[in-house]
T-cell receptor
Framework: GAGVSQSPRYKVAKRGQDVALRCDPI?????LFWYQQALGQGPEFLTY????????KSGLPSDRFFAERPEGSVSTLKIQRTQQEDSAVYLC????????????????FGPGTRLTVL | AQSVTQPDIHITVSEGASLELRCNYS??????LFWYVQSPGQGLQLLLK??????LVQGIKGFEAEFKRSQSSFNLRKPSVHWSDAAEYFC????????????FGRGTSLIVHP
């Protein structure tokens, strides 16, 4: 497909379980972002990749959150020992250029993964 | 740090009526400004963006926004709303000077009555 895809679309986890969320960006896009969107709120930045390099992880809320993009395309966001406050929609976005042009480029968002932690 | 305020949580309009969604930002210099739309179960789609130049920006789907420096505002407008415009709308700001991380407002939910 031509757009950003994310899987699974919905995930229910019991508190304490580990989860892995996948993002397939648009082919050839250098930049990849992860956001967390709590209910009734706007997206909040989690982390940024330029190709395989994680250049910014300042938005990750705790060391239970880990993201990777080992080959510069698909990315995985992993949450260990999930807590109820992790319940949110996790959005992935990609854009064409790397860091220097990122602010000017359109970010293309995936549909998100809705995580519910019981 | 920059911040964004969308003062209206919900806006209800009749189909065919005009629309204005408010967005105010806080930042020391002129930021880069964006409006996104999010339909239920979908990701965000960029409507328009402002970097510099003409303060009236045209976007997709018939939307436009006007940057007013004196009011620190970037309000979104549409002259005639269609039922398909019902969605969540987010204003976002990126600090100028090399940043790349957007700060989003909490969103305004648009309800369109037939």
């Amino acid at each position: 497909g031509a757009g950003v895809s994310q899987s699974p679309r919905y995930k229910v986890a019991k508190r304490g379980q580990d989860v892995a969320l996948r993002c397939d960006p648009i082919s050839g896009h250098v930049s990849l972002f992860w956001y967390q969107q709590a209910l009734g709120q706007g997206p909040e930045f989690l982390t940024y990749f330029q190709n395989e390099a994680q250049l910014d992880k300042s938005g990750l809320p705790s060391d239970r959150f880990f993201a990777e993009r080992p080959e510069g395309s698909v990315s995985t966001l992993k949450i260990q020992r999930t807590q109820q406050e992790d319940s949110a929609v996790y959005l992935c976005a990609s854009s064409l250029r790397g860091l220097a042009g990122t602010f000017a480029d359109t970010q293309y968002f995936g549909p998100g993964t809705r995580l519910t932690v019981l | 740090a920059q911040s964004v305020t969308q003062p209206d949580i919900h806006i209800t309009v009749s189909e065919g009526a005009s629309l204005e969604l408010r967005c105010n930002y806080s930042y020391g210099a002129t930021p880069y400004l964006f409006w996104y739309v999010q339909s239920p179960g979908q990701g965000l789609q960029l409507l328009l963006k402002y970097f510099s130049g003409d303060t009236l920006v045209q976007g997709i789907k018939g939307f436009e926004a006007e940057f007013k420096r004196s009011q620190s505002s970037f309000n979104l407008r549409k002259p005639s709303v269609h039922w398909s415009d019902a969605a969540e709308y987010f204003c976002a700001v990126v600090a100028s000077g090399g940043s790349y991380i957007p700060t989003f407002g909490r969103g305004t939910s648009l309800i369109v009555h037939p």
